[in-house]
C-alpha cells in the first residue's frame, strides 16, 4: 500500500508539471496574439490570470519538498523530482515574461515602423515550450536535444532584431519625430525581443533537466 501511494504521488508530480506546462504555453501564446493584434483586452485577460501560475508553482513546490521529506527517493525518482521542481520555476519564470509582454501591450504597443518581426520570433519561442512540455511528458531526451539546438535560432534572430532596432534609430529624424515617444516605444521593442529570447533559453533549460531526468546526463544543464 505505502508503495503504491508513492507512485501516486509520483504520477501526481508528473501531471501537475505537465498541467502548468500546457497552462504557461496558453499564456505566453495569448500575450504574444495580443502583441501581434494590438489586443488590449486579451492582454488584460494575460495579467489578470497570473495568480493560477503562481499557484500550479506553489503546489508543485509542495508536492516536491513532500516527496523528499516523506518518501526520500534515489536513483531516477530523485532526479525526476529535482527536475520537476527547477522545471516549474522556468516554467513560472516564461509565466513572468508574458505577463511582462501583456503589461506592455496594455500601456501601448511599439508603432514605429520596423521591419523587426516580433511576433513570429515570440511564435518560435512559444513552440519551443510546448515542444519541451512534450518532451518532458515523453522522456524524449532525443527531442530535447533538438529543441536545445533551436535555442541558438532564437538567439541569432533576437541579434537580427537588435541591429536592425539601432539601426533604425541612426535614421531618426528628429525634426518629424518626437524623440521621447520614439526612444519609449524603442525601450518596449527592445525589451520584448530580450523577453522573447529569455522564454526560449526557459525552454532549452526544460529540455535539459528533462535530459538529466531521463538518462542522468548532466552535460546539458547550466
Known amino acids: 500500500m505505502a508503495r503504491k501511494h508513492y507512485q501516486d504521488e509520483l504520477e501526481a508530480l508528473r501531471e501537475a508539471v505537465i498541467?502548468?506546462?500546457?497552462?504557461?504555453?496558453?499564456q505566453f501564446d495569448r500575450s504574444v496574439t495580443a502583441l501581434a493584434d494590438h489586443d488590449t483586452e486579451l492582454a488584460r485577460q494575460v495579467v489578470e490570470s497570473e495568480?493560477?501560475?503562481?499557484?500550479?508553482?506553489?503546489?508543485?513546490?509542495?508536492?516536491?519538498?513532500?516527496?523528499?521529506?516523506?518518501?526520500?527517493?534515489?536513483?531516477?525518482?530523485?532526479?525526476?523530482?529535482?527536475?520537476?521542481?527547477?522545471?516549474?520555476?522556468?516554467?513560472?519564470?516564461?509565466?513572468?515574461?508574458?505577463?511582462?509582454?501583456?503589461?506592455?501591450?496594455?500601456?501601448?504597443?511599439?508603432?514605429?515602423d520596423t521591419d523587426v518581426d516580433i511576433p513570429s520570433m515570440a511564435q518560435e519561442s512559444a513552440t519551443m515550450v510546448a515542444d519541451a512540455s512534450d518532451a518532458f511528458e515523453a522522456a524524449d531526451a532525443e527531442a530535447c536535444r533538438e529543441?536545445?539546438?533551436?535555442?541558438?535560432?532564437?538567439?541569432?534572430l533576437a541579434k537580427h532584431a537588435n541591429r536592425q532596432i539601432f539601426g533604425e534609430t541612426v535614421t531618426l529624424d528628429a525634426e518629424t519625430v518626437d524623440p521621447d515617444e520614439y526612444y519609449e516605444e524603442l525601450l518596449r521593442l527592445l525589451l520584448t525581443v530580450t523577453d522573447i529570447e529569455q522564454v526560449a533559453d526557459h525552454a532549452a533549460n526544460i529540455a535539459a533537466r528533462t535530459i538529466y531526468m531521463a538518462t542522468g546526463d548532466d552535460s546539458y544543464l547550466e
Open 147 to 156: 529543441i536545445i539546438a533551436r535555442d541558438d535560432q532564437i538567439d541569432q
Open 51 to 112: 495568480e493560477r501560475i503562481n499557484e500550479h508553482y506553489l503546489e508543485i513546490e509542495r508536492n516536491c519538498i513532500d516527496l523528499l521529506g516523506l518518501q526520500q527517493p534515489v536513483a531516477g525518482d530523485l532526479r525526476f523530482v529535482a527536475a520537476s521542481f527547477k522545471i516549474s520555476t522556468d516554467l513560472e519564470r516564461i509565466g513572468d515574461i508574458a505577463v511582462k509582454i501583456a503589461e506592455r501591450t496594455e500601456a501601448g504597443l511599439p508603432t514605429m
Open 19 to 26: 498541467e502548468m506546462s500546457d497552462l504557461v504555453y496558453t
